[in-house]
């Protein structure tokens, strides 16, 4: 009896790991996503040049920092999930002020604040 047992645990357990690997088994700690293959913690690190302007909408915006905007609003998806990374928010970026630096920038096409969602531009 333990020998027919045993041998459907087998059974069992090696279709379990065909179907796993037919469909793709996308891990927890996958930080690819809107950026493409572009780690996005890194990718926040570029926007060094825009903290002080993403935290205080008061602030002017340096030059450096609109040029970066102006790259990363090709991909708005990728720009949006930047904001809200653990390097964004450890550095004080508030996303909200984050949202209106293209305006700040007079970039014509500005599509960060509604595909982020909940941020209206200002």
Known sequence: MEAPMKLMCVVMFL???????????????????????HNIEKEAEKLEPCTRAAQNRYVPVPKRCCDVI??????PGCLCAIMFTNTARNTGIK?????TIPKRCNIASRPVGHKCGAFPLL
């Open 15 to 37: 279709m379990i790991l065909s179907i796993a690997g037919i469909n793709g088994v996308h891990g927890s700690g996958q930080q690819y996503g809107p950026c493409g293959k």
């Open 70 to 75: 102006e790259k990363k609003l090709q991909k």
């Open 95 to 99: 996303p909200e002020i984050t949202v």
